[in-house]
């Protein structure tokens, strides 16, 4: 699966007038293809990348992260690596480098967001998970990763909505969520922050 997974990559790194506005992902041998996100998707990226002290750590966007045991390839919304501890090249950053990984809720990644990434986000041992959620106006943070395969996931859930400071122990830092912007709530199945 990773061999198709990398041509169909070349493909649309060759041809990013026609796909640059997609974000592809390997989730679990799926390949999964997303339009761009609304605005305040972005914005709130943003004012999470401002709060993370750059001295100590690397904040990056659209990075592919490697969890080939996984058979995964995501790309969250914001990886953070401490400075020293990721590849100094390449295309993937191993997930044993990464600190913590932030995904914010779009109608589009919803289900992923909530399902497949955090049980696989917690088989990789990614030692902390970031779930804003927009629709909700709120957080949760996922820490203690256990178990193997579909069936891992994290021992340790804390909830902020909005508003509320939103503690970064993993980071040193308390996230402020005040200026995080809302959308209309979705009708779905799964349980919100």
């Known amino acids: 699966m990773n061999a198709v997974y990398e041509q169909i990559k070349a493909v649309f790194d060759e041809h990013p007038e026609l796909f640059g506005r997609y974000k592809i992902e390997l989730l679990r041998g799926d390949i999964v293809m997303t339009a761009g996100p609304e605005v305040i998707h972005n914005y709130i990226v943003e004012a999470v990348q401002d709060q993370i002290p750059r001295e100590r750590w690397r904040r990056l966007q659209t990075q592919d992260v490697a969890m080939l045991e996984e058979n995964g390839e995501p790309r969250p919304d914001l990886v953070v690596v401490e400075r020293g501890a990721g590849p100094e090249t390449g295309r993937l950053v191993p997930s044993e480098a990464i600190t913590l990984l932030v995904e914010v809720v779009s109608k589009s990644s919803l289900d992923r967001d909530y399902g ?26 996922l820490t203690e990763p256990r178990g193997k395969g579909e069936d891992a996931d994290y021992a340790v859930e804390y909830r902020e909505p909005f508003g509320h400071p939103m503690p970064l122990d993993v980071l040193g830092i308390e996230l402020d969520t005040s200026e995080f912007g809302t959308l209309p709530q979705l009708n779905r199945r799964r349980r919100r922050p």
Request: charged fraction near 15%; hydrophobic fraction near 55%; proline fraction near 8%.
């Open 116 to 141: 497949v990434k955090r049980a696989l986000y917690a088989a990789a041992k990614v030692p902390a998970y970031l779930i804003i959620d927009p629709y909700y106006a709120g957080c949760l943070l």
